[in-house]
């Protein structure tokens, strides 16, 4: 069984954990979120996500409600536990939508360059090898390190994006591709 801590009150798992009251207790977890399509324990609040672990499952339907709930929580110093069935695809992809909804919400006017999207994707390898993880199929930002991605923008609606502060900017839809040489 293991937890992860992502950051203060918020923590990541797979169902084990999940199911375990004096894990949960230790850590004094109040808001479950749940992955896994199984029945927790009783008595905390729980928000299901039911979505398979496929490729094209739309978990991206539930990254703002999730994103919301776990902004809430926090902001009551609960802590938050985020778990699937093993805690290596679906828990991980909903925390990661939160950071970054963390992160534009307290900064929306990033733009991080191609250069620094590089360097994020050597980062995410170095930290591979550095924690001994064995090679991915599929990289975060790439499966190569050499490959840059290709930022393609175009006038968007709704007005939804990464790169507009406000809607009465004007919005972009962001598309990263990659060479398929490099997949």
């Known amino acids: 069984m ?10 990541l798992s797979g169902l084990d954990s999940a199911l375990n009251v004096a894990v949960l207790t230790q850590r004094k977890i109040k808001l479950i979120v749940n992955v896994s399509g199984v029945s927790g324990v009783p008595g ?3 928000v299901e996500v039911p979505v398979q672990d ?5 978990l991206g339907q539930y990254f ?12 009551q ?7 699937c069935t093993a805690g290596r695809s679906r828990s991980p992809a909903l925390v990661l939508a939160f950071l970054i909804s ?6 929306p006017f990033i733009r991080i360059n191609a ?3 590089r360097q994020l994707m050597d980062y995410e390898l170095r930290v591979q090898n550095r924690l001994h993880l064995p ?3 599929l990289s975060l930002f790439s499966s190569s390190p050499s490959s840059v991605p290709h930022l393609v923008l175009s006038p968007s609606s709704p007005p939804l994006s990464l790169f507009s502060p406000s809607s009465s900017s004007p919005h972009w839809d962001v598309m990263i591709t990659f060479t398929l040489s490099h997949l």
Do not use: A
Request: one cysteine or more.
């Open 2 to 11: 293991s937890v992860s801590q992502v950051s203060p009150g918020l923590f």
């Open 44 to 46: 905390l609040e729980v």
């Open 54 to 58: 496929w490729p094209h499952s739309d």
């Open 64 to 75: 703002d409600p999730v994103s919301e709930k776990i902004h809430q929580n926090l902001n």
């Open 77 to 83: 110093n609960h802590n938050c536990l985020v778990h």
């Open 102 to 107: 963390l992160v534009l919400e307290t900064r």
């Open 115 to 117: 250069g620094f999207w």
């Open 135 to 137: 090679p991915r199929s």
